[in-house]
């Protein structure tokens, strides 16, 4: 029987030059990201670098360097990766067929859990939208978890289900309350109190702040009919 003449072609690296270290091809910024997030979420950003990252996945300075020029460019991609995957659990949330009273408490008990599961992602998100050398689509990602609420708080008020107002005004306000509780929790300042029952009790309130059975008189209005 005539033997075969196709030979399966075997996966090859290339070497970087002045290196021994092989840089492969394939997904090696999705793997330095992977990386990053564990070593963030184990021991916080101080002590990480692009470098270090090389080193544990195999491959040389050269090749990550390729994808992420310096640590700050590292960190603004983590950040964005954070907020990415916190507004599409949002946004999930929020397009569901629900009340927007059992989905606004689902996304808010969300959010904080978010903050408690990665606290030190959590922090680095919101430096790194901060920092001077912010990427402008991390400054626009930053942002859709607010504009989120918003939108959803407008559709709500035209359903009665939220009080008449400004809705950037009325989404940061709530913001606040569950973003606030978020904070003391990763911070450990909630006294013994567990984490969710603080989210519950906040989200309780933000909840009453801004529903439509709630609603605050204007001060035209109050002025129209003193007591």
Known sequence: MPTSRYTRPVAQTVTEPGTERPYHHGNLRAELLKCAWDTIERDGSENLSVRGLARDLGVSHGASARHFKDKQALLDALAMTGFERLNQTLSEIYS????????????????????????????????????????????????????????????????????????????????????????????????????????????????????????????????????
Request: glycine share 4%; charged share 15%.
């Open 96 to 227: 569901r067929a629900e009340p927007f009273e059992t989905r606004f408490r689902a996304a808010a008990f969300a959010y904080v859990q978010f903050a408690v599961t990665h606290p030190n992602l959590l922090r680095l998100m919101y430096a790194a939208k901060h920092h001077p050398e912010a990427s402008a689509a991390l400054r626009e990602v930053s942002c859709s978890t607010m504009q989120t609420l918003t939108t959803a708080i407008a559709a709500a008020q035209h359903s009665a289900e939220v009080q008449a107002g400004d809705p950037q005004h009325i989404a940061l306000v709530a913001f606040a309350n569950f973003h606030g509780v978020a904070t003391l929790a990763t911070d450990d300042l909630l006294e013994g109190l567990l984490w969710q029952d603080a989210a519950a009790l906040s989200i309780q309130f933000a909840w009453q702040g801004i529903t439509a059975a709630n609603e605050i008189p204007s001060s035209a209005s109050r002025r129209r009919n003193p007591r």
